[in-house]
């Protein structure tokens, strides 16, 4: 049983750093592609970043350079390092899964391709 669950949501001022962390889910297969989707105030669902096997990244143009995505294979846990936040990534942070489906950059805009979704977990960056 595939379940998501994020920790390490919270608030932070803007240049600030924050790692959220995804326990339930791990890469075992070479058709798993795991990430991080989003949901901003007034805004859709938006895929920020993703991991597969090889491993292979994909980020958003809005975060790529200021958030790194992980896997820790000690902890199993899946880790998502954001630095330099800005007001702009205020959101509800998801961790998701797909188990069918290497990653490639436009699943960025796919959220229903991923079948495993967590709870999410609220990141504010404010002054």
């Known amino acids: 049983q595939v379940q998501p669950v994020e920790s390490g949501g919270g608030s932070v001022q803007p240049g600030g750093s924050l790692i959220l962390s995804c326990a339930g889910v791990?890469?075992?297969?070479?058709?798993?592609?795991l990430g991080w989707f989003r949901q901003r105030p007034g805004k859709e669902r938006e895929g920020v970043a993703l991991?597969?096997?090889?491993?292979?990244?994909y980020y958003s143009k809005s975060v790529k350079g200021r958030f790194t995505i992980s896997q820790d294979s000690v902890t199993k846990t899946l880790n998502l390092q954001m630095t330099d936040l800005k007001p702009d990534d205020t959101g509800i942070y998801y961790c998701?899964?797909?188990?069918?489906?290497?990653?490639?950059?436009?699943?960025?805009?796919?959220?229903?391709?991923?079948?495993?979704w967590g709870r999410g977990t609220q990141v504010t960056v404010s002054a």
């Open positions: 998701v899964a797909t188990l069918n489906s290497l990653c490639a950059e436009y699943d960025l805009s796919e959220a229903g391709l991923f079948n495993y």
């Open positions: 991991i597969d096997k090889y491993p292979s990244t």
């Open positions: 791990q890469i075992t297969q070479y058709r798993h592609c």
